[in-house]
Nanobody, 113 residues
Framework: QVQLVESGGGLVQSGGSLRLSCAAEGITFSAYVMGWYRQAPGEQRSLIADIRSSGASVKGRFTISRDDAKNMVYLQMSDLKSDDTAVYYC????????????WGQGTQVTVSS
């Protein structure tokens, strides 16, 4: 059974930082592109960043990283703004098999001004 479990969300003041974590079970982790998406109320879910292998990638104020030895993917968020308030989702997409596309349950991030 595939499970993606996010953690680390919560309430933070504007300008603060949070680190989200996603633990993956039931997949061959190294065969998946791991991504973080977010969805604010009334908006579509949108991609923040994704990553194909162990390491890190900086996307502005956000840094995505993954540890293939631990089946974990992280999202470090800094200088948070009220516009970053959303539900944040972890996603796993198989490199080649399009039907193997999985989502976590989401974690709420609320930035107070």
């Amino acid at each position: 059974q595939v499970q993606l479990v996010e953690s680390g969300g919560g309430l933070v003041q504007s300008g603060g930082s949070l680190r989200l974590s996603c633990a993956a079970e039931g997949i061959t982790f190294s065969a998946y592109v791991m991504g973080w998406y977010r969805q604010a109320p009334g908006e579509q879910r949108s991609l923040i960043a994704d990553i194909r292998s162990s390491g890190a990638s900086v996307k502005g104020r956000f840094t995505i990283s993954r540890d293939d030895a631990k089946n974990m993917v992280y999202l470090q968020m800094s200088d948070l703004k009220s516009d970053d308030t959303a539900v944040y989702y972890c996603n796993a997409k198989h490199f080649f098999l399009r039907n193997r596309d999985y989502w976590g349950q989401g974690t709420q991030v609320t930035v107070s001004s």
